[in-house]
Nanobody, 120 residues
């Protein structure tokens, strides 16, 4: 069974850091681009970052550039999102998803999400 499981969310103060994990089971992550997305209450889902399968190239939305870093560990079948300098506006449910390319117009498999709350 193909499954993506996000973890690492939580409550953090502004300026703090979290590292999200996206672990895959039932398939090998090596062959897929992985994207991170987020959805805040009352807002549409938006793309945050992605990493390609071929050369590890990355993409970041402007609002996280310089603060977030995406990486992958194929041996652990996991992709990470290191989030530094968190702001209250980063509060959202964060999801990971698979595609063939990064960036991509469509994404195939999705995880259930992990809540990130940035608040003092």
């Amino acid at each position: 069974q193909v499954q993506l499981v996000e973890s690492g969310g939580g409550l953090v103060q502004p300026g703090g850091s979290l590292r999200l994990s996206c672990a895959a089971s039932g398939f090998t992550l090596d062959y897929y681009a992985i994207g991170w997305f987020r959805q805040a209450p009352g807002k549409e889902r938006e793309g945050v970052s992605c990493i390609s399968s071929s050369d590890g190239s990355t993409y970041y939305a402007d609002f996280v550039k310089g603060r977030f870093t995406i990486s992958r560990d194929n041996a652990k079948n996991t992709v990470y999102l290191q989030m530094n300098g968190l702001k209250p506006e980063d509060t959202a449910v964060y999801y990971c998803a698979t595609s063939r390319n990064c960036p991509a117009p469509t994404w195939d498999y999705w995880g259930q999400g992990t809540q990130v709350t940035v608040s003092s």
